[in-house]
């Protein structure tokens, strides 16, 4: 997407052919910044500190972390062990394992001579695919909106709420949830933004409105527990968020507080939709609350904020009163049964696993 005239990915490869650039996600948004990523321990740490997040991203991040790897070493036990160690700095998000069992699977059975350069070929379809994918998405999305925006008086715009970001910076372009946003306003629908903050790291206050207002969609950001209360007063007339894993039977993990939306809006009839690439369903899983590991975050996410100063430096204060414990799981796991439809490259499905099987039987049997 465009950053002030520019083009960008959230990751892409730097001049010199071989390193691994990325936008530095802990900056915003506060200030814009890029990094190098040279090795392996770099790559991890970028996954593991949150300087990349959201599912698709994670995927392609550990991608060139193993190219980045094999450039060093391109031995059988250095592939094994770069592709534990990536699998090791989030356990949530599946496009992780998905990209990793791919690169693995792919790089084995080549001579090491030939392994570096075939990663980044591969590593580099990864990033185009999640882009195709993602148009996709925004396609079959924008229908929904389409249809809501048919039923409006003249004047009035689609209401949208979102939570967490599953924007452009948490894929590698375009976002899921933000893409049949991006393609409705950019077609000429009138729309608007519920911005949930998305508490303790906030990525609907600091990236997904960053995104939406580079882009010029009107958004507005709201506590994460206003959510309710304006789908009660009609002021929500549909929910799209993403998911880091998805079961084969449609139970959807996500962000923490998405269950809660997802509640809410089956009390108040607004739908409540999940876009999603097929690489973040799990079809190993059949039980979302049962099987899906949550990530446990440290408590300081959750006793700090950080933020800009009225003098214009950055800050990070405590706001938890001292001596109180704290606990951060940073995602939950809304049931099939809460959601209208799964947005996918292949058309929104029901959030079923018969659907599911019927539009991946590819996936199941690979
Ligand atoms: C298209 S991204 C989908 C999800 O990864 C997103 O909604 C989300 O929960 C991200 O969590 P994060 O902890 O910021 O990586």
Same mark, same amino acid.
């Given at each position: 997407?465009?950053?002030?005239?520019?083009?960008?990915?959230?990751?892409?490869?730097?001049?010199?052919?071989?390193?691994?650039?990325?936008?530095?996600?802990?900056?915003?948004?506060?200030?814009?910044?890029?990094?190098?990523?040279?090795?392996?321990?770099?790559?991890?740490?970028?996954?593991?500190?949150?300087?990349?997040?959201?599912?698709?991203?994670?995927?392609?991040?550990?991608?060139?972390?193993?190219?980045?790897?094999?450039?060093?070493?391109?031995?059988?036990?250095?592939?094994?062990?770069?592709?534990?160690?990536?699998?090791?700095?989030?356990?949530?998000?599946?496009?992780?394992?998905?990209?990793?069992?791919?690169?693995?699977?792919?790089?084995?059975?080549?001579?090491?001579?030939?392994?570096?350069?075939?990663?980044?070929?591969?590593?580099?379809?990864?990033?185009?695919?999640?882009?195709?994918?993602?148009?996709?998405?925004?396609?079959?999305?924008?229908?929904?909106?389409?249809?809501?925006?048919?039923?409006?008086?003249?004047?009035?715009?689609?209401?949208?709420?979102?939570?967490?970001?599953?924007?452009?910076?948490?894929? %590698?372009?375009?976002?899921?949830?933000?893409?049949?946003?991006?393609?409705?306003?950019? !077609?000429?629908?009138?729309?608007?933004?519920?911005?949930?903050?998305?508490?303790?790291?906030?990525?609907?206050?600091?990236?997904?409105?960053?995104?939406?207002?580079?882009?010029?969609?009107?958004?507005?950001?709201?506590?994460?527990?206003?959510?309710?209360?304006?789908?009660?007063? !009609?002021?929500?007339?549909?929910?799209?968020?993403?998911?880091?894993?998805?079961?084969?039977?449609?139970?959807?993990?996500?962000?923490?507080?998405?269950?809660?939306?997802?509640?809410?809006?089956?009390?108040?009839? %607004?739908?409540?939709?999940?876009?999603?690439?097929?690489?973040?369903?799990?079809?190993?899983?059949?039980?979302?609350?049962?099987?899906?590991?949550?990530?446990?975050?440290? !408590?300081?996410?959750?006793?700090?904020?950080?933020?800009?100063?009225?003098? !214009?430096?950055?800050?990070?204060?405590?706001?938890?009163?001292?001596?109180?414990?704290?606990?951060?799981?940073?995602?939950?796991?809304?049931?099939?049964?809460?959601?209208?439809?799964?947005?996918?490259?292949?058309?929104?499905?029901?959030?079923?696993?018969?659907?599911?099987?019927?539009?991946?039987?590819?996936?199941?049997?690979?």
């Amino acid at each position: 997407m465009n950053v002030d005239g520019q083009k960008y990915r959230t990751i892409w490869l730097a001049e010199d052919g071989w390193a691994v650039e990325i936008i530095d996600q802990t900056r915003f948004p506060h200030s814009f910044e890029t990094t190098r990523l040279e090795n392996l321990q770099d790559a991890a740490h970028a996954i593991r500190s949150m300087q990349v997040r959201g599912a698709p991203l994670i995927g392609a991040t550990a991608a060139y972390g193993i190219c980045l790897a094999l450039r060093a070493d391109a031995s059988d036990v250095s592939l094994m062990e770069a592709c534990s160690t990536l699998l090791e700095t989030r356990p949530t998000a599946v496009n992780l394992r998905w990209a990793l069992d791919l690169m693995r699977k792919a790089l084995l059975p080549l001579h090491p001579e030939e392994r570096a350069a075939a990663a980044y070929t591969l590593a580099n379809q990864i990033c185009d695919e999640d882009i195709a994918t993602n148009m996709a998405i925004g396609l079959h999305g924008a229908e929904i909106i389409a249809n809501i925006a048919r039923t409006k008086k003249a004047g009035e715009r689609v209401n949208i709420l979102t939570h967490c970001n599953a924007g452009w910076l948490a894929t %590698v372009d375009m976002g899921t949830a933000t893409a049949p946003i991006y393609m409705s306003h950019d !077609g000429g629908v009138p729309l608007h933004v519920w911005v949930d903050e998305t508490r303790p790291r906030n990525q609907g206050a600091f990236l997904t409105a960053w995104e939406l207002g580079k882009h010029g969609v009107p958004h507005t950001v709201i506590v994460d527990n206003a959510g309710g209360h304006l789908m009660q007063q !009609g002021e929500v007339d549909l929910v799209i968020v993403g998911t880091d894993r998805t079961t084969a039977t449609g139970d959807v993990c996500n962000k923490i507080g998405t269950y809660l939306k997802a509640l809410a809006a089956k009390d108040c009839g %607004v739908p409540f939709y999940v876009a999603l690439p097929s690489p973040t369903i799990d079809f190993t899983l059949s039980d979302g609350l049962q099987q899906i590991p949550i990530e446990e975050r440290s !408590g300081d996410e959750v006793r700090a904020m950080t933020g800009r100063t009225a003098a !214009g430096s950055v800050e990070t204060i405590e706001i938890v009163a001292s001596g109180s414990d704290v606990a951060n799981p940073a995602f939950d796991v809304t049931p099939a049964r809460l959601i209208t439809g799964l947005i996918t490259e292949r058309g929104v499905l029901e959030a079923n696993g018969k659907a599911i099987a019927t539009a991946f039987p590819d996936r199941i049997s690979a």
